[in-house]
C-alpha cells in the first residue's frame, strides 16, 4: 500500500529544468565549454556545485576557490531572475490536479529536491501547503545521487520506504531513489525511461491505484 508520494521540484513539479540549462548554457559560453542539452543530462538533479564541478570536468577546466564560488553565486542570480515572475501556470501538466486530488484523499506528500531554491519556488507557485515535508539542498549533507534526501523525507513523512513512491526526471535522481530503496516513478524525461520502474509523460497520465495493483 502506498502511502507517501515524494516528488522531485525541478522537471517534475515545476518547468524550472529548462532555466537550469540556460544558466549554466550562459556560463559554459563564456568559459567557452562546449555544453548542449545532452552535456546538461548530467547535470540535472545534481546540486549547485556539483552542476558546477560537472560541467568543469567536461571543459576539463580547474579555477581558484574564489572563482568557483563567484561563478555558484553569478549562476544562482541569472537563474533567479529567469524565475522572478514563477506562479502557479509554471507547473507541469496534471500536476496541479494530481497533488490537490492525492491530498484529499490523505496521501501524504513530500519534496526531495536538489534545488537550495525549493521553498521560493514552492510557495510562488502556491503549492507549498500541499506538502507535509519538504527536504531540499540546504537540508542534506549528500546531494543526489546520494540517497539521503528521499530517506529524510520518508522519514519526515513517518513513512517506511516500502510504502512511499518517488517521482523524478533525473538520472541522477533515479539512482538517488533506488540505492534508497524506493520505487521510481520516472517523469517526462525519456533518457532515463530504462532505468525507473515505469515511466510517465507528465503528471496527468499517472493512475496510483492500477500502479499499486501490478506491484
Ligand atoms: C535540481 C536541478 O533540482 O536543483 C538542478 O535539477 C539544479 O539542475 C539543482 O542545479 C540545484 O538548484 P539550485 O536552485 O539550488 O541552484
Ligand atoms: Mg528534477
Known sequence: MIKGLIFDLDGV???????????WKLIADELKIPFTEKENEKLKGLSR??????LLDLGKRSI???????????KNKIYLKSIEKINQSNLLPGVLEFIKEKHEKNHLLAVGS???NAHFILKKTKIDHFFTCVIDGNMVKKPKPDPEV???????????????????????????AKKGGFHVIGVGNLKIKDSCDYFIKNMGEFDLSSYEESI
Open 49 to 54: 556545485a556539483d552542476s558546477l564541478s560537472a
Open 13 to 23: 513539479l515545476v518547468s524550472t529544468e529548462t532555466n537550469h540549462y540556460v544558466a
Open 150 to 176: 528521499f530517506i529524510n523525507a520518508s522519514s519526515g513523512l513517518g513513512l517506511p520506504r516500502s510504502e512511499c513512491l518517488v517521482f523524478e526526471d533525473a538520472e541522477s535522481g533515479v539512482i538517488a
Open 64 to 74: 581558484s576557490h574564489l572563482k568557483f564560488k563567484t561563478i555558484l553565486d553569478y
Open 114 to 116: 536538489s534545488s537550495r
